[in-house]
T-cell receptor
Framework: GDSVTQMEGPVTLSEEAFLTINCTYTATGYPSLFWYVQYPGEGLQLLLKATKADDKGSNKGFEATYRKETTSFHLEKGSVQVSDSAVYFCALSDRGGAQKLVFGQGTRLTINP | DAGVTQSPTHLIKTRGQQVTLRCSPKSGHDTVSWYQQALGQGPQFIFQYYEEEERQRGNFPDRFSGHQFPNYSSELNVNALLLGDSALYLC?????????????????FGQGTRLTVV
């Protein structure tokens, strides 16, 4: 079945550092790809998405590019802030199905001032 | 505009009991999905409801059942609770584009119900 693999965490960075969180996927179809963020004590918020190869999703300074050839969707940000501390989830959905989301295990990010 | 609302926020139950969790979708949404998120893990898909029917189901036992009402709100029921059912239960809503049964808008999540089984 479909699956998502994220880089193991936790990740700790200093403020203004460059961030990369790796995500690779396995899917039988042509999925849509997502990054969700979960702040402490809250549900999931959609951060960005991409629906076809070479699409770049972006939001709040975060970016991720849908790479079909490497089955990857790595999350990047050029300069992180303390407020970016959260858990980040990579996910996919089979666009041909009922939009069931398959999530990675999550990466906890901590930004120190 | 209220987003996805879930109730209760926290719940403590005893092993063997039954529990019902509730979800009201975002205004304008007609599809509700339920996910289980164990501590330190990513959410796992339980099932999805559309037009008051279960459309798709994940790898969860029959102890997990659900219902969708005409106003699109939904309930998740879990019978014969096990310690391993302790988790954050998330509800997500979306909109099925009319005429295209396989196309949905993005999912919006509620804050979840934290279930603890003791």
């Amino acid at each position: 079945g479909d699956s998502v693999t994220q880089m193991e965490g936790p990740v700790t960075l200093s403020e203004e550092a460059f961030l990369t969180i790796n995500c690779t996927y396995t899917a039988t179809g042509y999925p849509s790809l997502f990054w969700y963020v979960q702040y402490p004590g809250e549900g999931l918020q959609l951060l960005l998405k991409a629906t076809k190869a070479d699409d770049k999703g972006s939001n709040k300074g975060f970016e991720a590019t849908y790479r079909k050839e490497t089955t990857s969707f790595h999350l990047e940000k050029g300069s992180v802030q303390v407020s970016d501390s959260a858990v980040y989830f990579c996910a996919l959905s089979d666009r041909g199905g009922a939009q069931k989301l398959v999530f990675g295990q999550g990466t906890r990010l901590t930004i120190n001032p | 505009d209220a987003g996805v609302t879930q109730s209760p926020t926290h719940l403590i139950k005893t092993r063997g009991q039954q529990v019902t969790l509730r979800c009201s979708p975002k205004s304008g949404h007609d599809t509700v999905s339920w996910y289980q998120q164990a501590l330190g893990q990513g959410p796992q898909f339980i099932f999805q409801y559309y037009e008051e029917e279960e459309r798709q189901r994940g790898n969860f036992p029959d102890r997990f059942s659900g219902h969708q009402f005409p106003n699109y709100s939904s309930e998740l029921n879990v019978n014969a609770l096990l310690l391993g059912d302790s988790a954050l239960y998330l509800c997500a809503s979306s909109f099925n584009v009319p005429g295209i049964k396989t196309f949905f808008t993005e999912a919006f999540f509620g804050q979840g119900t934290r279930l603890t089984v003791v």
